[in-house]
């Protein structure tokens, strides 16, 4: 028995497109997840005792099921509740509610780490609550933001491969399907490694840049 | 009598059981530097964060030149002000605290013309000449654009001090300022603050700096487990302190060379 890439890398152009959507379905999802799991904990942060209570529930139900769970019941449970969704739609929307959780809990620890005198600082010369988010807070959170987030990207990357299982037609299932095709599943299967793995090795590079841009401050 | 700069009437803060301030009353005067010395934990540091409504009275009012700071009374009712209400009143103070927290992300000059062009509207290059007026005033304009890790603390405090100046408050509130500092960068401080009396502010200091208390202040307020024990000038107070408690607090400043006070 002997390996035979050939016949993979013959269908160079299905593949790509399965990467295009797992590309899109990844980025687009990811920053979806980063922004509504910022507002979750801005909500969880400053809106009272009650909206904290509240949400805390969906963080923790997202983060204690299975993502595979959780994109089945969207998906094939969705129409009981009259939310049909293509494929893609369910993923990208799955991929956000699950990412979101983890990062409201990222940006959670993020706030805690601001020194509270900085925010009084920012009271006290008048900047509204969402000036001293966006202009103080958030800023001085980044540099210890950022390595969590970028893990969490990378682990919704791989998380995306579970969306074959709704039939998105993303990288997985391509090449799955020409694995089967052309009876070359253990060829399809590398090859799908090395792809994922490179995609992570750019996202890890394109992280350290962004720490080795924000650390121009810190002693 | 003209309207005073602060009143602190019947004001009274608990931390869960402890009461930390009891029931305060205190008329700080315009143009003034008001010294509150005490021993740690004696709530004067409370009593000026009350003052920047950076903590709630439990009870009580405080008044800043005549306008409720924080809550509002309405028939007797005690009501919290709006965040913009609160904003407003605020504007008349500039806060300088004990451990500077300047912005870190931010230059000197990004830390004193945050407010300008926020809070102000102002465009950057107006808000960038009027924050380096400041900074000369601290003595600072060739650190403009250093981060504070950059700075000594002396000079992140006067950049503090700065920042509090920018938006023009009539009254400034200093807690501690010259606490979190080596000895020797304490002077630099306390010249920009002495600076700041002569021109007529209105300070509230927190302070274990009796030097500066005796020689600057025009009042000494002593706090001692959360009352006022008296109010009066520098002179009275570290002249002739009759009140044991007072004495034996200044005693230990005496063990630490602080004999020509008296």
Same mark, same amino acid.
């Given at each position: ?66 993502? #595979? ?48 005198? &900085? ?15 966006? &202009? ?26 579970? #969306? ?21 599943? !253990? ?33 | ?9 019947? !004001? ?13 009353? #205190? ?5 003034? !530097? ?173 302070? &274990? ?15 001692? %487990?959360?009352?006022?024990?008296? %109010? ?31």
């Amino acid at each position: 028995m002997s390996f035979d890439f050939a016949v993979i890398l013959a269908k160079a152009p299905q593949i790509l497109a399965g990467l295009g959507v797992t590309i899109l379905i990844w980025v687009a999802g990811t920053l979806l997840a980063a922004i509504l799991g910022f507002l979750v904990a801005t909500a969880r942060r400053y809106g009272g005792r009650l909206a904290d209570l509240v949400l805390s529930v969906p963080v923790e139900v997202i983060r204690g099921t299975p993502f #595979l769970v959780q994109i089945f019941l969207l998906y094939f449970g969705g129409p009981y509740i009259g939310l049909r969704l293509d494929p893609i739609a369910a993923g990208l929307l799955g991929l956000t509610i699950y990412g979101a959780a983890y990062y409201a809990e990222i940006f959670r620890a993020g706030f805690q780490s601001v020194p509270p005198g &900085h925010s009084e600082a920012a009271d006290c010369v008048g900047l509204t609550r969402m000036q001293t988010i966006l &202009h103080v807070q958030l800023p001085e959170m980044a540099l210890l933001v950022l390595p969590p987030s970028m893990n969490m990207a990378v682990i919704l990357l791989k998380e995306t491969a579970l #969306l074959s299982l709704i039939t998105v037609p993303e990288m997985t299932m391509t090449v799955q399907a020409i694995g089967s095709q052309q009876y070359a599943f !253990v060829e399809s299967i590398v090859v799908l490694a090395l792809v994922y793995w490179a995609l992570v090795e750019l996202a890890n590079f394109l992280g350290r840049l962004a720490e080795r841009r924000l650390s121009t401050y810190s002693a | 009598m003209t309207q005073p700069a602060i009143s602190v009437r019947n !004001v009274s803060k608990r931390f869960g059981d402890t009461l930390v301030l009891k029931d305060i009353n #205190l008329e700080v005067p315009r143009g003034q !530097v008001s010294c509150l010395i005490g021993p740690s934990g004696s709530g004067k540091s409370t009593l000026l964060r009350c003052m920047a409504f950076l903590e709630e009275a439990s009870a009580g009012m405080i008044e800043i030149e005549g306008e409720a700071l924080g809550f509002s009374e309405k028939d007797g009712k005690r009501r919290r002000q709006t965040a913009a209400e609160l904003r407003r009143t605020r504007s008349k103070i500039g806060m300088v605290f004990q451990q500077f927290n300047l912005w870190p992300h931010m230059t000197a000059l990004g830390n004193v013309s945050m407010a300008l062009r926020r809070v102000r509207g102002l465009g950057r290059k107006e808000a960038e000449a009027r924050a380096m007026a400041q900074l000369v005033k601290v003595g600072l304009e060739a650190r403009a654009g250093h981060y504070p890790s950059q700075l000594s603390g002396g000079q992140q405090q006067r950049v503090a001090i700065a920042r509090a100046l920018a938006l023009e408050p009539t009254i400034m509130l200093f807690d501690e300022p010259t606490s979190a500092l080596d000895p020797e960068l304490t002077g630099e401080v306390l010249n920009v603050m002495r600076a700041l009396a002569d021109e007529g502010m209105t300070m509230v200091v927190v302070t &274990h700096e009796i030097g500066f208390a005796a020689s600057v202040g025009n009042n000494v307020c002593f706090l001692d %487990h959360g009352q006022l024990l008296f %109010h009066d000038t520098p002179e009275t107070v570290f002249a002739a302190p009759r009140h044991p408690r007072l004495e034996q607090f200044l005693d230990t400043y005496l063990d630490r060379g602080a004999q020509m006070l008296r």
